[in-house]
């Protein structure tokens, strides 16, 4: 649940303050700025967001401990793909 509430807020701080006008305006498919393909503008508001999300801490070491346990962590089940 935590780990749901930090993503939010991440994703609030990219989209807002992080966003600026400029970028906003440049996304936008519809009204896109002359010069400015949509598409580069909706790329860099994903960089933005990537970034955002990529600088939250990792879960728990203590929560990893159950998945180092299991069978596809340790590589011999088939189903796991290896």
């Known amino acids: 649940m935590m780990m749901l509430i930090a993503l939010l807020?991440?994703?609030a701080l990219?989209?807002?303050p992080l966003q600026?006008?400029?970028l906003s305006k440049a996304k936008n498919r519809t009204a896109p700025i002359?010069?400015?393909p949509w598409q580069q503008g909706l790329g860099a508001?994903?960089?933005t967001r990537?970034?955002?999300s990529s600088?939250?801490?990792p879960r728990s070491p203590a929560r990893w401990e159950p998945m180092r346990r299991s069978r596809c962590w340790q590589g011999r089940?088939?189903?796991c793909g290896a």
Do not use: N, R
């Open 50 to 52: 990537m970034c955002a």
């Open 77 to 79: 089940s088939l189903a």
């Open 55 to 57: 600088s939250l801490p």
């Open 45 to 47: 508001h994903v960089v």
């Open 14 to 16: 990219a989209d807002y």
């Open 20 to 22: 600026g006008d400029f």
């Open 9 to 11: 807020a991440a994703h």
């Open 34 to 36: 002359p010069g400015v």
